[in-house]
């Protein structure tokens, strides 16, 4: 093996194999032509000298002893530890091809996000594997999966792209920056588009692209920056800033209550219901409904909190909502809360993007911004009356 020694010299170095031969290292430190040259046609006397130069370099600029017994196989893992000691980046093309079939555990799809075949991206990623000296996937015959080396590089290539692209964006200094957000319609519609003008009159080099959607976090081959969702989906891999706890509670109209004599909890059993039944069960229980889960009067799922209440105040049933996202109606009296009892867990309304985008220029702008506006909103809802 290859060990440090500042007592090292090159008179010292010895390299014993049968195969190479013992005379490499002695021949190219003494310059010696005729191993350089060797017999005509001789080839293997020709790479010994070259090996012998090469392992003298590398003692004298780094002072390192080469032990005897060194074999063939040894002498190229010490190889790829010299590189590695002074490594130079590897190609780009190696790197982005990792980054991307790391992020989607395939090889397949990493391909398409880069324009490449599949083959191209595993002749890449076998180069960069060759360069480091470490396996970086599992390959498995119908999926590939990150080793524990591959785990631990993958989060920090990513995040050296991104700054990396961000870099080139700023020296660019083009007019305008894109921010794309994906959030929770209820959240677009309610709350966030509204504010939005405040955002984009403070910073005016960012467009906003918004993109409304109920599905779970998946930044993974999307073009999205940031999103707002419950926070029950979020990944280790992602920063994430609480906006709004999930405090829900039944709404309707003054009429729909009189009409309908709702006066106890359990009369809601009796009624049209809208809104996520998990909510409905969850605020009957705490409200003292031993069958909060009868579900036999919600014939209407949705899932979109707005639909829901658009229904409401139609005069159509129940809605199971998040009333700081209705608090203007509520104020106004269009709807009424008939209690007062909330329901919560431990879940909220988050922003979330990838921690390797945290130094996102953009990114940090609106983060600060969000959080702000979702704590002025939260002061503002606890001081109305209901």
């Known amino acids: 093996m290859l060990i440090a020694s500042p007592q090292a010299n090159v008179a010292q170095l010895r390299v014993i194999h049968p195969v190479e031969g013992t005379g490499a290292v002695e021949a190219a430190h003494a310059g010696n032509t005729a191993a350089r040259k060797g017999q005509p046609g001789d080839k293997s006397s020709q790479q010994r000298f070259h090996l012998g130069l090469w392992i003298r370099q590398i003692v004298q600029k780094q002072r390192w002893w080469v032990s005897p017994g060194l074999t063939k196989r040894i002498i190229a893992i010490c190889h ?11 190609p780009i093309a190696a790197i982005r091809a990792f980054e991307a079939a790391a992020r989607y555990q395939s090889f397949t799809r990493a391909a398409e996000e880069l324009g490449m075949t599949q083959a191209a991206v595993s002749y890449q990623i076998k180069l960069l594997e060759e360069r480091i000296g470490v396996p970086l996937f599992v390959r498995e015959p119908r999926q590939v999966t990150l080793t524990a080396a591959g785990r631990k590089l993958s989060p920090k290539v990513t995040e050296a792209l991104d ?8 020296v660019a200094r083009k007019p305008d920056l894109h921010l794309i957000i994906s959030t929770l319609p209820t959240v677009a519609s309610t709350w ?5 003008p405040s955002f984009q009159a403070a910073n005016p080099e960012i467009r906003i692209k918004l993109h409304t959607s ?8 999307k073009d999205i920056d940031v999103m ?5 989906s979020v990944l280790p891999e992602h920063e994430v800033f609480s906006l709004f706890p999930m405090e829900y509670a039944p709404v309707c ?11 106890h909890p359990a009369d809601l059993l009796k009624v049209r219901r809208f809104g996520a039944q998990s909510w409905w069960a969850r605020w009957l229980l705490g409200a003292g409904v031993e069958k909060g889960g009868d579900d036999n009067r919600m014939d209407l799922v949705i899932g979109v909190q707005t ?4 229904l409401t105040l139609q005069g159509q049933g129940v809605a199971m909502v998040m009333p700081i996202f209705f608090a203007e109606e509520l104020k106004s009296g269009h709807l009424i809360r008939p209690f007062d009892h909330l329901g919560r867990d431990d879940r909220s309304y988050s922003l979330v993007y990838p921690k390797s985008r945290r130094q996102s220029r953009k990114i940090g702008l609106f983060r600060d911004w969000v959080i702000a506006e979702a704590e002025a909103t939260r002061s503002a809802f606890a001081a109305i009356p209901f």
Do not use: Q, W
Request: proline share 4%; with cysteine.
């Open 192 to 196: 966030l588009v509204p504010r939005l």
């Open 163 to 170: 700054l990396l692209g961000s870099a080139f964006v700023e």
């Open 80 to 90: 790829k530890e010299c590189l590695c000691i002074g490594m130079k980046l590897p």
């Open 214 to 221: 109920n599905d779970s976090f998946d930044f993974a081959g």
């Open 253 to 263: 109209t003054a009429e729909y209550r009189e009409r309908h004599a709702i006066v």
């Open 307 to 310: 639909i829901d209440v658009g």
């Open 228 to 232: 707002i969702r419950g926070s029950d």
